[in-house]
């Protein structure tokens, strides 16, 4: 979910220092639990806030519209070599026609409106890799940018370590 976008550019002496501590802090438990944090960064508020993974979902609720069971469904039949024809007609027995329609059309809808790019799946993803990063001895801190009013590219995901270079400096 990169664009090219550093997520530490912006950020001002007193949040770098405060990244670098809780970098630190998180390389020596080397346990992995739900009060971990996940940082948000709001660009156009140059703010920068510790959440704990359990308090994802609350504050920034996944858009599961994409992942309705009859779109899941219509898209496995697909993989599985059925045509577009006889995929929909398959869900329609197996869903209804009308509860067919109507996730397809809450999908169209949130593909519509903007900063909806954060869906379950992306959720998921996040915190197994999150786990994954202390099992391998290599823990790492999701930081989540969110997108700019207006913007049409949705949230980007970056992770941070004790190595990613958090202070530059000018003097040659």
Same mark, same amino acid.
């Given at each position: 979910?990169?664009?090219?976008?550093? @997520?530490?550019?912006? +950020?001002?002496?007193?949040?770098? +220092?405060?990244?670098?501590? +809780?970098?630190?802090?998180?390389?020596?438990?080397?346990?992995?639990?739900?009060?971990?944090?996940?940082?948000?960064?709001?660009?156009?508020?140059?703010?920068?806030?510790?959440?704990s993974?359990?308090?994802?979902?609350?504050?920034? @609720?996944?858009? @599961?519209?994409? !992942?309705?069971? !009859?779109?899941?469904?219509?898209? &496995?039949? &697909? *993989?599985n070599?059925?045509?577009?024809?006889?995929?929909?007609?398959?869900?329609?027995?197996?869903?209804?026609m009308?509860?067919?329609?109507?996730?397809?059309?809450?999908?169209?809808?949130?593909?519509?409106e /903007?900063?909806?790019?954060?869906?379950?799946?992306?959720?998921?993803?996040? *915190?197994? &890799?999150? &786990?994954?990063?202390?099992?391998?001895?290599?823990?790492?801190?999701?930081?989540?940018?969110?997108?700019? /009013?207006?913007? !049409?590219?949705?949230?980007?995901?970056?992770? +941070? /370590?004790?190595?990613?270079?958090?202070?530059?400096?000018?003097?040659?």
């Amino acid at each position: 979910m990169k664009d090219g976008f550093d @997520p530490l550019d912006g +950020l001002t002496t007193r949040q770098r +220092l405060g990244l670098q501590d +809780l970098l630190g802090s998180l390389e020596m438990s080397g346990t992995w639990s739900w009060n971990l944090p996940v940082l948000i960064r709001q660009r156009c508020w140059l703010r920068l806030e510790s959440i704990s993974l359990d308090q994802l979902h609350r504050w920034l @609720p996944p858009d @599961p519209r994409g !992942e309705a069971p !009859e779109l899941v469904h219509y898209r &496995r039949l &697909r *993989v599985n070599g059925m045509t577009e024809i006889e995929a929909e007609q398959a869900c329609w027995q197996e869903f209804g026609m009308d509860s067919c329609r109507q996730a397809l059309q809450r999908f169209w809808d949130s593909q519509d409106e /903007s900063g909806t790019t954060w869906t379950t799946r992306h959720y998921l993803e996040l *915190v197994n &890799r999150y &786990r994954r990063s202390f099992e391998t001895g290599r823990p790492r801190i999701p930081m989540l940018v969110l997108p700019r /009013s207006g913007s !049409e590219t949705g949230h980007q995901l970056h992770w +941070l /370590s004790i190595n990613t270079p958090l202070m530059r400096h000018t003097c040659r």
